[in-house]
T-cell receptor, first 111, second 111 residues
Framework: DAKTTQPPSMDCAEGRAANLPCNHS???????VYWYRQIHSQGPQYIIH???NNETNEMASLIITEDRKSSTLILPHATLRDTAVYYC????????????FGAGTILRVKS | KAGVTQTPRYLIKTRGQQVTLSCSPI?????VSWYQQTPGQGLQFLFE???????NKGNFPGRFSGRQFSNSRSEMNVSTLELGDSALYLC??????????FGPGTRLTVL
């Protein structure tokens, strides 16, 4: 079973920041937070991951609370092409360890 | 680097037939995982291969099998196809930093 809780859907205006929340209150000390997204009928796309520090890359920023029980994925300037299902996954970074996908959040970016 | 490639992209089979799907990981990646995605069950882990050995297996019947070759390419096979096997089959290639990158998937339709 997925260990995360995400809102089923969110809307965001084009050009604004999209902030996607994720609760993972039972996260263990050695579990990372991963974010993937899936645009309709395509394979999931890796976005970012982190352990306890905030992370940023060319796609997004990941903010993890100090107690690690929740996190927020931030897309700084959402475009229509960011409309997708966003998955928050917690897992131990260990070979052989699968990704367990929940239902995710459907993000709709609107013009 | 080229991404994960999967062939074929689309496939139509009839009940009782068998099917073989192929996946070529990102160059240098030695681990390949397979996932099944259906509207009802979401994304579910099938199995993972590393250096030609199955390292982890999901909760699927024995009709689902796979293998990996010395060049890291992987195939999965489904025998005695059922209508419920209609799905998007996704292959993921794992990097040395344990991040998984997905291919575009093979859409299998069983009639």
């Amino acid at each position: 079973d997925a260990k995360t809780t995400q809102p089923p859907s969110m809307d965001c205006a084009e050009g604004r920041a999209a902030n996607l929340p994720c609760n993972h209150s039972t996260i263990s000390g050695n579990e990372y937070v991963y974010w993937y997204r899936q645009i309709h009928s395509q394979g999931p796309q890796y976005i970012i991951h982190g352990l306890k520090n905030n992370e940023t890359n060319e796609m997004a920023s990941l903010i993890i609370t100090e107690d690690r029980k929740s996190s927020t994925l931030i897309l700084p300037h959402a475009t229509l092409r960011d409309t997708a299902v966003y998955y928050c996954i917690v897992r131990v970074a260990q070979y052989g360890n699968k990704l367990v996908f929940g239902a995710g959040t459907i993000l709709r970016v609107k013009s | 680097k080229a991404g994960v490639t999967q062939t074929p992209r689309y496939l139509i089979k009839t009940r009782g037939q068998q099917v073989t799907l192929s996946c070529s990981p990102i160059s240098g990646h030695r681990s390949v995982s397979w996932y099944q995605q259906t509207p009802g069950q979401g994304l579910q882990f099938l199995f993972e291969y590393f250096s030609e050995t199955q390292r982890n297996k999901g909760n699927f019947p024995g009709r689902f099998s796979g293998r990996q070759f010395s060049n890291s390419r992987s195939e999965m096979n489904v025998s005695t196809l059922e209508l419920g096997d209609s799905a998007l089959y996704l292959c993921a290639s794992r990097s040395d930093t344990d991040t998984q990158y997905f291919g575009p998937g093979t859409r299998l339709t069983v009639l």
